[in-house]
């Protein structure tokens, strides 16, 4: 695959993305970014999670292997034959 073949991917992956549930998350949660009163649009979360998931292709061609994007609550991550983006709420991570 191109990096090109990576573009209809991250377009399907928004479209099946359910956005309006996060938006709700995050009015439950008064979750805003960047110090603003109130929650992101619709619209604003569509084109971050679209800028973490562009990031995150750009990151596999540079690097090839799997690598991810995040903040904000948005997590998205590229591999071999596709992308993925989820919403954390929260999340741990122990090493030794």
């Known amino acids: 695959m191109t990096i090109d073949d990576y573009q209809p991917l991250i377009e399907d992956c928004l479209s099946q993305f359910n956005f309006h549930k996060v938006r709700r998350v995050m009015e439950f949660l008064e979750w805003t970014w ?50 993925s983006l989820s919403f954390n709420v929260e999340e741990v991570n122990v090493e030794k």
């Open 34 to 83: 960047n110090n603003s009163s109130t929650q992101p649009t619709i619209h604003q979360l569509e084109d971050e999670a679209r800028r973490h998931l562009a990031k995150a292709v750009e990151y596999y061609f540079a690097y090839k292997e799997g690598q991810y994007s995040s903040s904000g609550g948005f997590s998205a991550y590229a591999y071999e034959h596709g992308v």
